[in-house]
């Protein structure tokens, strides 16, 4: 027997929905908003929207506790919000930034990238810090910071006390490195070609690398803006295989396979679709704005259910696993940046 479904019902339904999730849904934009207005307002210019969002987020919501009314919002925000902001990400690259470069210098940025990866997670296990939260700061460090960890945490359904760390890991070490590296590699006297391809292959968050490259003059802003997108194109691979290896190990008794991360295959159509379209620039720039609130709204969903005990319980571990993961990535980067470009 056929049951139908009478758009009275559908009403119904869709209303139930909205009023079940608004509430949180309204609490993590109104975070977002506040974030937005200390920006414009030039108070918080130094750190970026979805980070600034986190942050006051987590101060609020340590605060005053999120209510028990507020939580299905919330989860819909740090969720399927979050995946669709993601999705939106593939707009900001195009597989010709990646071919760019040439064949040996993208090589290189495979074995970078990695190279980190594997050398995080080994560490990560010498350390004795917690999976999930290793592979979070292994994928941020790797390749694009905030983003990374939040693309991560969904294909592995990490905990929110873990995106919470591992965002404020890669965000404290990106900002370490967007400041001493420009500095060593003007003391150092380093070309163009070698500060682009060393900036924006190790820092963190894409608009730390471009700032960085951009310290030396217009060709290595070009030369680091180019390899860090290129990073970002590796999300794609780097997700497949994390959540692959990753979820192989947290199955349970019942061995069902893990779903595939369906928001992978929106960020390669985004990628083709800025590949294949010639989208106008100041369209892409609304479209990287949009970006930023969503995850912005993401990060501040998640920020809000985030405990500072439940961070603090996490020990100065990962806080060392992090800078380690840093001195890595720069120390490798730089070696091969000199190997490329003598």
Aim: hydrophobic content about 55%; charged content about 10%.
């Amino acid at each position: 027997m056929i049951t139908t479904i009478s758009p009275r019902q559908q009403a119904l339904g869709f209303g139930h929905f909205i009023t079940r999730n608004a509430f949180g849904v309204v609490i993590a934009v109104g975070i977002t908003g506040l974030a937005a207005l200390l920006h414009h307002l030039g108070l918080a210019t130094t750190i970026g929207l979805p980070i600034l969002s986190i942050l006051i987020a987590m101060v609020i919501g340590n605060a005053i506790p999120a209510p028990k009314a507020s939580l299905p919002g919330l989860q819909i925000a740090s969720r399927p919000l979050l995946r669709f902001g993601i999705i939106l990400l593939g707009l900001q690259v195009t597989l010709g930034d990646m071919l760019a470069l040439g064949l040996l210098p993208l090589a290189a940025l495979v074995a970078l990238v990695m190279g980190t990866m594997g050398f995080t997670v080994w560490v990560g296990r010498l350390l004795g810090v917690e999976k999930s939260l290793t592979v979070l700061i292994a994928s941020g460090t790797s390749i694009c910071g905030a983003s990374a960890v939040l693309a991560t945490a969904s294909t592995i359904s990490a905990k929110d006390e873990d995106v919470a760390y591992g965002v404020a890991m890669v965000t404290l070490f990106g900002s370490v490195a967007m400041t001493l590296l420009p500095m060593t590699s003007a003391y150092l006297n380093f070309g163009p070609m070698v500060h682009g391809f060393w900036t924006g292959g190790t820092i963190h968050e894409v608009a730390q690398a471009v700032a960085a490259a951009f310290q030396h003059d217009e060709d290595a802003g070009t030369v680091g803006t180019m390899v860090k997108l290129a990073r970002v194109l590796m999300l794609v691979p780097v997700l497949l295989l994390v959540g692959a290896l990753f979820n192989k190990g947290h199955q349970d008794a019942s061995s069902k396979r893990a779903p595939f991360p369906m928001f992978v295959l929106g960020f390669m159509a985004m990628v083709g679709v800025n590949s294949v379209l010639d989208i106008p620039a100041d369209l892409r720039a609304h479209f990287a704005t949009l970006t930023a609130c969503i995850l912005a709204t993401s990060l501040a969903a998640i920020g809000f259910q985030t405990r500072f005990p439940a961070l603090l319980a996490r020990g100065p571990r990962p806080l060392v696993l992090a800078a380690v993961s840093c001195c890595f990535v720069s120390g490798a980067g730089l070696l091969l940046a000199l190997a490329l470009f003598p």
